[in-house]
């Protein structure tokens, strides 16, 4: 596989992947060749006119620099001086650091993109005198909730992915609104029309929410009859 510079995120990136592909440990790298086979890969990029970033070509010379003491004969007041090799190898350590948390960083992002939760509300804001269901419990609608994720067998783990895309109960409330006009009552069941787990949630919240503000009604005539929802 041939890499270019944009395969990697800055001039240590580079040097850790040499390392890596040269199987060395970071603490005890023999540097020289490290040194070379960075510049072997500066050069190959600028022979196939390359755009190259100039914190690589600043690095090429920090490399160089230090190449150069490294083959001249130290005196003791030198060898009291901070070590380059030593300096170098303490930000390869400090970045690779930080790039491993970036990557446990990503993994709980993704991960807590699996949960969903809702802003508390204040119990002031119920209008608790008023019923939100017609002829039915919050216990029959859990329930209707409950075959409905089996029904389209939500209950299995899920396949999950980091987007950008944002559901709000706001927008599919407009949703609903949109359907109840064309169709005055439909079956519950037949407002979640995507079978997903986010839509899902967002699509149940919304109806209540609706509900709640005597936007809807949610019925259902005899026991075993499908639930409906109406439009007020």
């Given amino acids: 596989m041939e890499f270019t510079i944009n395969d990697f995120s800055g001039p240590l990136d580079l040097l850790l992947h040499l390392i890596k592909e040269a199987k060395m440990d970071i603490f005890s790298i023999k540097l020289e060749i490290i040194i070379d086979e960075y510049l072997d ?5 600028k022979n196939k006119n390359l755009d190259i970033a100039s914190s690589y ?3 090429s010379c920090e490399l160089l620099e230090i190449k150069s003491k490294m083959l001249l004969p130290k005196d003791e007041e030198e060898e009291e001086e901070d070590d ?33 939760t809702k802003i508390p509300t204040s ?10 269901l017609d002829n039915l419990t919050i216990d029959d609608l859990t329930e209707a ?27 599919e409330m407009k949703s609903i ?35 709640k503000k005597n936007e809807l009604k949610i019925i259902q005539e005899n026991i075993n009859d499908d639930i409906k929802v109406e439009a007020i």
């Fill in 41 to 45: 890969f500066i050069n190959k990029m």
């Fill in 57 to 59: 070509l600043v690095m």
């Fill in 84 to 116: 380059p090799k030593e300096r170098l190898i303490n930000r390869l350590i400090i970045y690779e650091q930080y790039k491993n948390a970036i990557d446990d960083f990503k993994k709980l992002e993704s991960e807590r993109n699996t949960y969903y």
């Fill in 123 to 132: 119990i002031k804001e119920l209008d608790v005198e008023k019923p939100i």
């Fill in 145 to 171: 909730f409950k075959k409905l994720l089996e029904r389209i067998e939500m209950e299995k783990p899920v396949n999950t992915r980091v987007t950008k895309k944002e559901l709000s109960v706001e927008d």
């Fill in 177 to 211: 609104k949109s359907k109840l006009k064309i169709n005055k009552k439909m079956s519950f069941f037949d407002l979640f029309e995507i079978k997903t787990k986010e839509y899902i949630v967002v699509t149940f919240l919304a109806i209540l929410e609706m509900a």
